[in-house]
């Protein structure tokens, strides 16, 4: 892989989806993809490579490119989150290049482009876990994250919300462990309202208080799974109630 030349912004058009953008930056190196795990690098010496190795060679390359505005920046690194999946490499380049000099990045692009994806039928691998790794660990983030990802929304949870959203939120509280329990409990009551998100919450509580970085008040977590419609053999449910009637952890 040589070091990355790609054309003015002003050359791409602007309907271009994001993957298609960073498809066409990848190309400009000579790297086309050959099948599900499969790319081609033209420049010599030429070689077959995994999807790994593009990661590791150009992955977190995008804000690097000083021929693209930063919202031309971003959406190529969005792309390359569409096509290689989650690799730290590649998602963590939008919350670095957020708290760098390049940012904050445009939140219409960069907000709307997560919850986009999130709202989608396919789960985007690359987006929860950027979620979950990136921007809720980090105690700086994850306020501003959990907020545009779902926060905002949690007075359109209820009962008959449309099913986008209803993804958006299953996918958000399921990775939410690490957010600061102050900062999301309001939408964690707010989903509990929809029966359609009660295993979402179950499993939002769950990792609150397994994750390594988990945040949760026990008490009002217990108060909590006591609202929810869950079955009783659902699995770890006992167990998380117990743990959460004995109080805080050690």
């Not at 690097?64 to 989150?81: K, P, Q």
Request: glycine share 8%; proline share 9%.
């Amino acid at each position: 892989m040589t070091e990355h030349h790609t054309p003015p912004a002003n050359g791409v058009p602007d309907d271009l989806s994001d993957s298609e953008r960073a498809r066409s930056w990848l190309a400009e190196d000579g790297i086309t993809q050959t099948g599900h795990d499969t790319w081609y690098d033209a420049d010599p010496p030429a070689e077959v490579l995994t999807t790994q190795d593009v990661c590791n060679g150009l992955g977190s390359m995008a804000f690097t490119d000083e021929t693209l505005d930063v919202a031309g920046r971003l959406r190529v690194a969005l792309g390359l989150m569409d096509l290689l999946g989650w690799h730290p490499l590649v998602t963590d380049q939008i919350h670095t290049a957020h708290l760098g000099p390049q940012g904050p990045l445009p939140p219409d692009l960069l907000w709307g482009g997560y919850r986009q994806r999130l709202e989608a039928v396919p789960e985007h691998e690359a987006i929860t876990c950027s979620l979950w790794f990136d921007w809720f660990e980090y105690a700086p983030t994850a306020a501003e994250a959990f907020a545009e990802v779902l926060g905002d929304d949690r007075e359109r949870l209820l009962p008959g919300a449309p099913e986008p959203l209803l993804r958006r939120a299953r996918r958000v509280l399921e990775h939410s462990g690490p957010v600061p329990w102050v900062v999301k409990i309001d939408t964690y009551r707010a989903a509990a309202r929809v029966p359609a998100l009660h295993h979402a919450v179950f499993r939002a509580v769950l990792r609150s208080h397994h994750d390594t970085f988990g945040s949760i008040d026990p008490a009002e977590g217990l108060a909590l799974l006591d609202s929810l419609e869950l079955p009783p053999d659902t699995e770890r449910l006992t167990g998380l109630r117990t743990a959460l009637a004995a109080g805080p952890r050690p």
